[in-house]
């Protein structure tokens, strides 16, 4: 069995506003174990980056953690100081973000950003720290490393920001790295690139990696178990397989349906979900999804337990929860009793 590196367990996490509290993150429960690459995915709004950067100890106010853990390896995130964060962070947890743009000092050269990193948290020297950051551009796949470390952001292209992000991510041989939609700005072709780059540090260095996405077809490429965030809440979680072929939860299905297809020379239409995501600020009681669910009925407004559907799958759907709720959902024909 492997063993759990990272585990959230009923996180919540809020941010005040003019028209109250954002419950942005409400109730949240997964794990990651060591060497795994684990999948978040859902529309904008349904709390995926939140829930990256509480786990980052990222959330600064108005936004607060209300309730829950994260353990790293045991140890409660919760309970380190700001002077433990600085430790952590960068070094055993690393994180990836968006835009690379926004996270690189645009009047500091490249070598002087990954050195300063390498520094810190390896202690060696001036030279050693930009020879390892050298080695590291290499690994990535970055030509002519000599050169371009003394080189400034603006003179990379958005794919070679990405690719440096990565490798001062991994520059400290962290047991976690946190991809937050790495691939979204970027081309298709550098997409495919930057997902083949994920997948060959991993199988080399070993590092757990949770990647955070709105693309279905991303998770397809690179995680061995998804998670199905909506709402704040998490809709349904499993094996990549389970998502795909054994879907448990009607959005997770509305996910798969919004993919593009295309079989032989047959293109087929993209099904949108219908409507829009819940109000945050005063979220419906019971199933997030409800007012959007082409199968919701009476018992939506109540909110489900999680329904255990075998092997670390699972569902927060009433539909799976036991033949006479799916009979009363979708009437006796439907269901063939």
Request: net charge neutral; proline share 6%.
């Amino acid at each position: 069995m492997t063993k759990q590196l990272l585990t959230v367990d009923g996180l919540k996490v809020s941010f005040q506003t003019r028209d109250g509290q954002n419950q942005a993150v409400r109730g949240v429960s997964f794990h990651v174990g060591a060497g795994e690459t684990v999948g978040i995915v859902g529309e904008s709004g349904s709390g995926k980056s939140v829930t990256a950067k509480a786990v980052m100890g990222l959330i600064a106010p108005p936004g607060k953690i209300t309730e829950g853990e994260i353990r790293f390896q045991g140890e409660d995130l919760g309970r380190l100081t700001e002077r433990e964060w600085r430790k952590l962070r960068g070094n055993r947890i690393a994180m990836v973000f968006q835009d690379p743009m926004t996270s690189l000092n645009p009047v500091k050269t490249i070598g002087f950003q990954m050195a300063e990193v390498i520094r810190r948290h390896r202690g060696l020297g001036k030279k050693e720290a930009l020879q390892e950051a050298v080695d590291m551009l290499r690994k990535v796949g970055i030509t002519e490393p000599e050169r371009r470390v003394k080189q400034y952001p603006h003179e990379f292209s958005g794919g070679m920001r990405q690719r440096v992000m990565i490798a001062m991510a991994l520059s400290c041989n962290p047991e976690l790295l946190i991809a937050d939609e790495p691939t979204t700005a970027l081309d298709v072709t550098i997409q495919a690139q930057i997902l083949d780059l994920l997948k060959q540090l991993k199988e080399e260095s070993d590092t757990a990696v949770l990647l955070i996405t709105h693309d279905l077809g991303v998770v397809a490429q690179v995680c061995s178990r998804v998670v199905v965030m909506y709402g704040g809440m998490v809709m349904e979680e499993g094996t990549v397989e389970d998502i795909f072929y054994r879907t448990g939860h009607p959005y997770t299905q509305g996910l798969l349906r919004s993919l593009p297809k295309r079989v032989g020379a047959n293109r087929e239409r993209l099904v949108p979900i219908e409507g829009s995501p819940p109000d945050l600020i005063d979220p419906p009681p019971g199933c997030p999804f409800q007012d959007r669910c082409p199968y919701a009925f009476g018992k939506c407004s109540e909110l489900p337990p999680a329904a255990d559907l075998g092997e670390g799958h699972r569902s927060l759907c009433w539909l799976v929860q036991d033949k006479s709720t799916l009979k009363e959902a979708l009437g006796e024909e439907e269901t063939g009793q």
